[in-house]
């Protein structure tokens, strides 16, 4: 792996404990050797993960569409700064540039990116791991809801192995390092008809 995308959240969140895991990750990214890429906000946990990361030596891709561009909130220190035309585009050049995922506490925004590229990893667009840093158990519930669709039928259980989770931003880069994919099967092979 050389680069890691990171979804998270252009709002600081409620408590400091988010802002400091942004802090860890950017830095231990950096201090690893994995380039950083992300959506290229200078504000919210997006900057404190950046910051962190360009204070360590790291190579920071933001990937940012041009309307917010044009809002200036871009992180100026950027390594690079990649600015495209829509948000749709800026998820794809996001993965395209990356090798695995993790989402910080974020909202709908993060969601989002999340969702979608765990999605793709279902229909077999991709084959990178990701991972969801579960800072002070912002994730149970989402996680929760994860093991409620498979028991619901609407994901084949075989597919919570694509969401890796940790508390430990250090563990869950190792465990993204050390990624086994699923077989991708074909889901509506398997549906009754």
């Not at 993960?49 to 809002?71: C, H, S, T």
């Not at 690079?80 to 925004?109: C, N, Q, W």
Request: glycine letters at 12%.
């Amino acid at each position: 792996m050389q680069r890691i995308c990171v979804f998270c959240g252009s709002s600081i969140g409620a408590r400091p404990v988010y802002a400091e895991a942004a802090r860890q990750l950017g830095a231990l990214l950096a201090r690893r050797g994995l380039g950083l890429v992300y959506g290229g906000g200078s504000v919210g946990l997006m900057g404190v993960l950046a910051d962190a990361a360009l204070a360590n030596g790291g190579e920071v891709i933001g990937v940012i569409p041009e309307f917010l561009f044009k809002r200036e909130i871009e992180h100026r220190g950027a390594t690079e700064m990649r600015v495209v035309g829509t948000m749709h585009e800026r998820k794809a050049l996001m993965a395209d540039l990356s090798d695995g995922f993790i989402a910080l506490p974020g909202g709908y925004g993060t969601l989002d990116e999340f969702c979608e590229i765990i999605s793709w990893a279902q229909l077999g667009l991709h084959r990178k791991p990701v991972g969801l840093l579960n800072v002070a158990g912002y994730y149970d519930s989402f996680l929760a809801f994860l093991d409620h669709t498979i028991a619901e039928g609407f994901v084949q259980p075989n597919y919570r192995a694509l969401v890796l989770d940790d508390i430990d931003a250090a563990r869950l880069l190792d465990r993204l390092h050390t990624y086994q994919p699923p077989p991708v099967v074909k889901w509506l092979d398997t549906q009754q008809r």
